[in-house]
């Protein structure tokens, strides 16, 4: 599986967009990017996964570059509850299993 | 309501005593997994079942053994072969498809041996 790099901790002020990066330069073309957040001492939540294209979700959107060397997760109008550890992943195909990082802390702060 | 049960919520052990973590999923998933999440960190693989009678180990199986007799259970057995077993313990489960699995996770048991 191709390794992801997160910054450790992002803020971001209540109501605002959080838009948290992850790099992926190593990814292959059959892996998936995914991604999952953590609130404390829970279990982690699914949030939203992509191979090539855009997606959006209730949660979510995820931006990934063309190359698709990173990506970004963007949480359009953020509020307290979205305060967690977010854990951006890269999977490939059946067989394979995720591999989770220390993933960016997220405060979102009112 | 379908999801993942992990009991109990926090289980306190004496050093040196086995102690065995429950999951159980009424999702019909056919792969569970075991993760172990210590203080800060990411979670890293103890063992993963992808199909009942069989399973495998993961990052850190040492000190850890599992059985997968129901499609539904997938205890987790903290042996006493186990170095550092205080930690948080996740189980998850998911379909088995050949190009994506979303793994749904359960609320995970603290474990603190004393």
């Known amino acids: 599986d191709a390794k992801t790099t997160q910054p450790p901790s992002m803020d971001c002020a209540e109501g605002r967009a959080a838009n948290l990066p992850c790099n992926h330069s190593?990814?292959?073309?059959?892996?998936?990017v995914y991604w999952y957040r953590q609130i404390h001492s829970q279990g982690p939540q699914y949030i939203i996964h992509?191979?090539?294209n855009n997606e959006t979700n209730e949660m979510a959107s995820l931006i990934i570059t063309e190359d698709r060397k990173s990506s970004t997760l963007i949480l359009p109008h953020a509020t307290l509850r979205d305060t967690a550890v977010y854990y951006c992943i890269v999977r490939g195909n059946y067989g394979q299993n995720f591999v989770f990082g220390p993933g960016t802390r997220l405060s979102v702060l009112p | 309501d379908g999801g993942i049960t992990q009991s109990p919520k926090y289980l306190f052990r004496k050093e040196g005593q086995n102690v065995t973590l429950s999951c159980e999923q009424n999702l019909n998933h056919d792969a569970m997994y075991w993760y172990r999440q210590d203080p800060g960190q990411g979670l890293r693989l103890i063992y993963y079942?992808?199909?009942?009678?069989?399973?495998q180990k993961g990052d850190i199986a040492e000190g850890y053994s599992v059985s997968r007799e129901k499609k539904e259970s997938f205890p987790l057995t903290v042996t006493s072969a186990q170095k550092n077993p205080t930690a948080f313990y996740l189980c998850?489960?998911?379909?088995?498809?050949?190009?994506?699995?979303?793994?749904?996770f359960g609320p995970g048991t603290r474990l603190t041996v004393l």
């Open positions: 992509g191979l090539k």
């Open positions: 079942s992808q199909i009942v009678n069989d399973f």
């Open positions: 998850a489960s998911s379909i088995v498809h050949v190009s994506y699995n979303e793994q749904f």
């Open positions: 190593t990814i292959s073309g059959n892996e998936y």
